[in-house]
C-alpha cells in the first residue's frame, strides 16, 4: 500500500504530538486535491489534531486512518487504487469518505463495495421547506437543514440526535436497508429530494427518508468507515454556522469513525464446574457449570464497564443446545462481568462455547471456546434409573410368582382321602 507517497506532505498533523486516544492508533491520512484545499477544512483537521491523532512512517499498515476530501478527483494519487483502500480497511483501517455532487467514478466505485450508491453525478440534494436559508445563502436550498438522524446511541448521542439540524450540501446516495452492516446516519426528511442537475434530465430517483446523506459502515473485522455525500459537512464555511449542529456531528462521527468510542472488547472469559470451581479437559453431560466473560468499552480516552442486559451464552454443537442471558453480576473500573449458571445438555459431543455480542454502532466481541463434553463413565450412571421402575417391579413380579409356583408345586399335597379301604 502506497499512502506513504501521497500523503506526507499535505498535512502537517505531525505537529501535534499528544497522546492517541483512538484504540485503533492515531496515524491519519487526509486526501485533498490540492494542498491548498486543506485551509478549507483546517477546523475540522485541527481538532482530529488536538484530539491525538498523528502522521507517522513506520509499520506494515502506514496509516490507521484514512480521510477522503476530494471527491471530483479522477484518482486519489499516485497509483491507489479501490483495492488499495479495500485492503487497507479488510487489515483494520478505518476510513471517511466525502462525496459531493462532482463525484468521481473512483469514489462511486469505491462506496458501491460498502453497499452505497451514490446518485448520478451533478445531481443534488434539495429540500425547499428544510434548509438554512436565512444564515447560508438566501437563494440556495440546496443546503439542507437536515435532521433525521439515526438512533443509534453507539454513534450518535442525544446531544445530536435531539440538537440542531446538520447542514448538508451535497449528493444524495442509496442504502441497501438489509445490510446489517450499513447503518444510514443521517437521512432525508419527507421534503428532501435528489434532482439532476440539467431540467432536461430532471428524473427525480430518490426522496425522503430513501435518501442517504450519511452512513456508517463496520466490517466484520471492526473496521469502520463512513460515507458523507457531502464534503461541505467538514468544511470550515458550515462547521462555522451558530445555527447548525455540524462541529458537534462531525467530532461524534469522526470520533466513531476512528475508534474514539463504542470500541467493545472482551477482556477475559473462563468457565469451570460450579460445585468445585476447576476447569477441566472436558465436561461430562449434565455437568453444572459456571461461564463468565468481562466486557469493556471505550470511550473518552479510556476503558470503562460495558453495561447491557442483552449479552447471550451459546452452547453450539451445528444448533445451539443453549441460549442463555447472563446476568452482570459485578463492576470494577475497568470492565463489567457476566456470570452464567449453565446446566450442560445431556448430549455429548464437541461443543462451542460461544459469546458472539453484536450491536449496531459497536464493535463485534465474538469469544469462543472447543469445549469436549463426554457421556458418563459405565460406572458413574445411577444405581437406579427412575424411568426403569415399571422393569424393576416387573422382574420382581417375576421372582416372586417364580417363588410362589415353586412353593405351591413343592409343598402341595393332594388332599388326603376318608380312608375307605377296601382291601
Ligand atoms: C448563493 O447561492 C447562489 C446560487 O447557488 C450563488 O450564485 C451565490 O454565489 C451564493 N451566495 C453566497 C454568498 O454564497
Ligand atoms: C440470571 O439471574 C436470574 C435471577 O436470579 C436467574 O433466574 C437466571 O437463571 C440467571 N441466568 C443465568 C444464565 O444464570
Known amino acids: 500500500m502506497r499512502f506513504l507517497t501521497t500523503f506526507a506532505a499535505c498535512l502537517c498533523l505531525g505537529a501535534f504530538h499528544v497522546q492517541a486516544k483512538s484504540t485503533a492508533g492515531d496515524r491519519v491520512v487526509v486526501f485533498v486535491p490540492k494542498l491548498d484545499a486543506a485551509s478549507e477544512y483546517s477546523q475540522f483537521l485541527d481538532s482530529l ?12 499498515r502506514l496509516y490507521d486512518h484514512a480521510i477522503v476530501l476530494s471527491p471530483s478527483s479522477k484518482k486519489f494519487g499516485s497509483g491507489i487504487s479501490v483495492s488499495d483502500f479495500l485492503s487497507f480497511v479488510d487489515s483494520g483501517g478505518n476510513l471517511i469518505v466525502a462525496a459531493s455532487h462532482e463525484l468521481s467514478d473512483i469514489h462511486r466505485k469505491l462506496a458501491l463495495q460498502f453497499g452505497v450508491t451514490f446518485e448520478k453525478r451533478g445531481s443534488r440534494v434539495v429540500d425547499h421547506t428544510s434548509h438554512l436559508a436565512a444564515t447560508v445563502n438566501q437563494s440556495d436550498h440546496s443546503v439542507v437543514a437536515a435532521k433525521q438522524f439515526a438512533q443509534v446511541d453507539a454513534v450518535l448521542s442525544k446531544k445530536v440526535v435531539g440538537g440542531k439540524p446538520v447542514l448538508f450540501k451535497g449528493i444524495a446516495h442509496a442504502y441497501d436497508a438489509a445490510n446489517p452492516l450499513l447503518v444510514p446516519l443521517l437521512t432525508g426528511a419527507r421534503t428532501t429530494y435528489s434532482a439532476a442537475s440539467s ?13 442517504g446523506l450519511v452512513s456508517a459502515f463496520q466490517t466484520r473485522s471492526n473496521a ?18 451558530k445555527a447548525a449542529g455540524n462541529t458537534q456531528f462531525v467530532k461524534e462521527i469522526s470520533q ?9 472488547r472482551s477482556t477475559a472469559h473462563r468457565h469451570h464446574f460450579a460445585a468445585t470451581g476447576e476447569t477441566p479437559e472436558h465436561y461430562r453431560v449434565n455437568n453444572e457449570i459456571v ?21 447471550q451464552f451459546e452452547a453450539i454443537m451445528l444448533d445451539p443446545y443453549i441460549r442463555a442471558t447472563l446476568n452482570r453480576t459485578e463492576s ?29 454502532g459497536y464493535s463485534n466481541v465474538v469469544v ?3 469445549v469436549g463434553i463426554w457421556p458418563l463413565r459405565h460406572d458413574e450412571y445411577p444405581r437406579f434409573l427412575s424411568a426403569a421402575y415399571p422393569y424393576y417391579v416387573g422382574s420382581l413380579t417375576m421372582v416372586l410368582g417364580f417363588l410362589a409356583l415353586s412353593a405351591a408345586w413343592l409343598w402341595n399335597t393332594e388332599p388326603k382321602k376318608a380312608k375307605s379301604k377296601t382291601n
Open 332 to 360: 470494577n473500573a475497568a470492565h463489567a462481568t457476566y456470570h452464567g449458571d449453565i446446566k450442560l445438555p445431556d448430549r455429548y459431543g464437541t461443543f462451542t462455547f460461544r459469546v458472539n455480542y453484536k450491536r449496531t
Open 49 to 60: 489534531g488536538t484530539r491525538g491523532f498523528d502522521v507517522s512512517f513506520e509499520g506494515d
Open 224 to 241: 469502520r468507515v463512513v460515507f458523507s455525500g457531502s464534503a461541505d459537512l467538514f468544511s470550515n464555511r458550515l462547521l462555522g454556522q
Open 199 to 211: 431540467a432536461a434530465r430532471s428524473d427525480v430517483v430518490l426522496t425522503g427518508m430513501s435518501i
Open 256 to 264: 466513531w469513525a476512528f475508534q474514539e468510542k463504542s470500541v467493545l
Open 368 to 370: 469462543q471456546d472447543t
Open 291 to 311: 461461564y463468565e466473560v468481562d466486557l469493556s468499552v471505550y470511550y473518552d480516552d479510556a476503558w470503562h464497564p460495558y453495561v447491557a442486559s442483552d449479552v
